[in-house]
Nanobody
Framework: QVQLTESGGGLVQPGESLRLSCVAPGSPRSIYEMAWYRQAPGKQRELVAR?????????ADSVRGRFTISRENGKDTATAYLQMNSLKPEDTAIYYCNVKYSGPWSLNEYWGQGTQVTVSS
């Protein structure tokens, strides 16, 4: 079982910034995609940003221009970052890291435990 380690959530005021981190174990070459999702109370989980290996990032319309996803490869890990600027109250949600590993026949998908982001004055 792959365990993803998330960090970086918290309480901020509107207009402020936060950076989330997600550490995924394993060879970076085996990681096909790293992504961030979020789920607000009473709403479905939604894709925020994703980075597929070798391609440009994708963003939800609601965060494009304010959030940036990036990836840093180590020897035995890969770390996904989500830099969130100009935060708004509607960004309040639990943010989940999602990682897809390349398998012999399909992609193997894992989720982080989630980290709370609250934007409030």
């Amino acid at each position: 079982q792959v365990q993803l380690t998330e960090s970086g959530g918290g309480l901020v005021q509107p207009g402020e910034s936060l950076r989330l981190s997600c550490v995924a174990p394993g060879s970076p070459r085996s990681i096909y995609e790293m992504a961030w999702y979020r789920q607000a109370p009473g709403k479905q989980r939604e894709l925020v940003a994703r980075k597929v290996r070798g391609t440009r990032p994708d963003y939800a319309d609601s965060v494009r221009g304010r959030f940036t996803i990036s990836r840093e490869n180590g020897k035995d890990t890969a770390t996904a970052y989500l830099q969130m600027n100009s935060l708004k109250p509607e960004d309040t949600a639990i943010y989940y890291c999602n990682v897809k590993y390349s398998g012999p026949w399909s992609l193997n998908e894992y989720w982080g435990q989630g980290t709370q982001v609250t934007v409030s004055s």
